[in-house]
């Protein structure tokens, strides 16, 4: 090929990697809209997963590529830990495994960063990088750093290997305010004087302890709130190794990361009516047991067999799950029963709580696992009007999301948290196995309410116990 025609060429790689890379940032966008819904979330996943292999195709088409050995290992690698992964983790441990995912993205994000410092600097150019990319490329580093730590103590937290209650110590906000200080003075510093490897290695290494200091403080209850965040700071990073290698879709796919990962933690922040700085330096998942009004007197407990009868002559029955009903499996055993009372042509709704379980949409996801029909999920603000005509309600492992002192007790660490009423039904069944408390550590006066009744047990037992007492009715 001569000169011309080879300038021809690259030309038109380079034309055709922006334009696999425009198709790429289209679908992630579309993804992410479709992801907004129930009924189109399957589709925006695969949506996303077509941009992720335009941006890997255009990446593997770059030029600057000099082997393609590295990175072939390290796509079977990362398949075959991805598979291990889809396979082996449970549904209820999801939120440990996204805290995991994570932390290996921001841990490459903070890698490719470093490792473009060391090239720099070993070939003598790093005084010639425009101050621009000094700055992204510090960006990079200490939110790839600092999400990297925290998403493991987050995922230790979720997985009980470390204390899920805050873990606090005197003078901790001042060694935290030091050591972020310092990290952002070595960050001018480097901005000034590049070269400087001390104050780079320094900042790197305080991006790390960071992360740790971040979290340790948080109770695990709060970890899908700060697990958003961090991955919202995990695609920050990204979006700033976009313009430290020069690459759009990094930027472009990062930002949407970031900022989506902002918007669902404020919107998880609103759905429990607490602020951000409440969960990132509140301690909630420490709190014990507070004053609920109205705990007095005793919780009446009922037989499968009452329970049924109840069910079987009701006209509406609303179930409400919780995050007792991820951590007993029991989706299948829910659409069991509601099939039986169908048959029998009892009218069957479920209200969701946009906070119920442990991370947002728990609900939606197991139920669909069980293939519950999207038209008969109502939202909490859709499903609430509704109570009061309705029958029996069937509270399934579900307890703060459902605890009337939020609405009644201004004085409740949970007070102003919207709820669902299930207490304004005609009769409400709590399925739960004991007297555990819910998320908040809270006492729940629902349980003392004169419409209340307990079905102790785990909930997928009790289900499967109720299905076929409803069938012997
Ligand atoms: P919850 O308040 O945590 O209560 C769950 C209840 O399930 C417990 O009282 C427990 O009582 C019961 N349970 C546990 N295992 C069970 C089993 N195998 N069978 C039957 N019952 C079982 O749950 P929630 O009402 O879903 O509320 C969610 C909480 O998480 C809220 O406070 C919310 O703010 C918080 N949160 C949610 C998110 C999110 O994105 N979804 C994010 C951050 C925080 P027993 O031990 O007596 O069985």
Request: proline share 4%; charged share 15%; glycine share 10%.
């Amino acid at each position: 090929m001569d000169h011309a025609s080879t300038s021809a060429f690259a030309n038109g790689s380079s034309y055709f990697i922006e334009l696999t890379y425009l198709i790429a940032s289209i679908l992630f966008i579309l993804g992410l809209k479709a992801m907004s819904h129930p009924d189109t979330a399957r589709k925006g996943m695969f949506l996303a997963e077509g941009g992720m292999l335009m941006a890997i195709i255009g990446t593997l088409l770059n030029k600057e590529i000099v082997s393609y050995e590295w990175i072939l290992g390290g796509l079977v690698l990362g398949s075959i830990v991805g598979a291990l992964m889809a396979i082996w983790v449970p549904m209820t441990a999801m939120p440990e495994r996204t805290a995991l995912s994570h932390a290996f993205g921001a841990a490459a994000a903070a890698l490719v960063g470093i490792s473009e410092y060391s090239i720099q600097y070993s070939a003598g150019t790093i005084m010639e990088l425009p101050k621009f990319k000094v700055g992204a490329l510090g960006f990079e580093i200490m939110l790839g750093a600092l999400t990297t730590t925290g998403s493991l103590i987050a995922a230790g937290k979720l997985k009980g290997v470390i204390k899920g209650t805050p873990i606090q110590f005197k003078g901790q906000n001042a060694v935290n305010m030091l050591a972020f200080l310092v990290m952002i003075g070595c960050f001018l510093y480097l901005l000034v004087n590049p070269s400087a490897q001390i104050a780079f290695y320094t900042m790197v290494g305080l991006a790390v302890l960071f992360g740790v200091m971040l979290v340790i403080p948080i109770g695990s209850a709060d970890m899908p709130v700060v697990m958003s965040l961090l991955n919202s700071y995990a695609g920050l990073a990204a979006a700033a190794t976009g313009f430290v290698l020069g690459n759009n879709v990094l930027i472009i796919a990062g930002t949407l990361d970031g900022f989506s990962g902002l918007i669902l933690s404020i919107l998880m922040c609103k759905a429990m009516n607490r602020s951000i700085t409440n969960v990132l330096f509140g301690g909630f998942g420490a709190v014990v047991a507070e004053a609920s009004a109205g705990t007095g007197g005793t919780m009446r407990e009922i037989s499968p067999e009452d329970a049924a009868v109840q069910l079987a002559y009701a006209k509406k029955v609303v179930f409400v799950p919780g995050y007792g009903l991820a951590t007993a499996q029991a989706q299948h055993a829910v659409r069991e029963l509601a099939n039986k009372l169908e048959e029998r042509g009892v009218e069957v709704k479920y209200g969701i709580h946009p906070v119920a379980g442990r991370m947002p949409g728990h609900m939606n996801v197991l139920l669909a696992e069980a293939n519950v029909p999207y038209e008969v999920l109502y939202e909490m603000d859709q499903i609430n009007p509704e109570m009061s005509t309705t029958d029996v309600c069937v509270v399934i492992g579900a307890n703060d999301v459902v605890n009337p002192d939020a609405r009644d007790n201004p004085k409740s660490a949970i007070a102003g948290m919207p709820i669902i009423e299930v207490d304004r039904a005609h009769s409400v069944i709590v399925l739960k196995r004991g007297q555990g408390r819910g998320f908040s550590g809270l006492e729940n006066p629902l349980f003392f309410k004169s419409v209340t009744t307990m079905l102790y047990g785990d909930a997928k037992a009790s289900l499967t116990n109720l299905a076929q007492a409803v069938q012997n009715v």
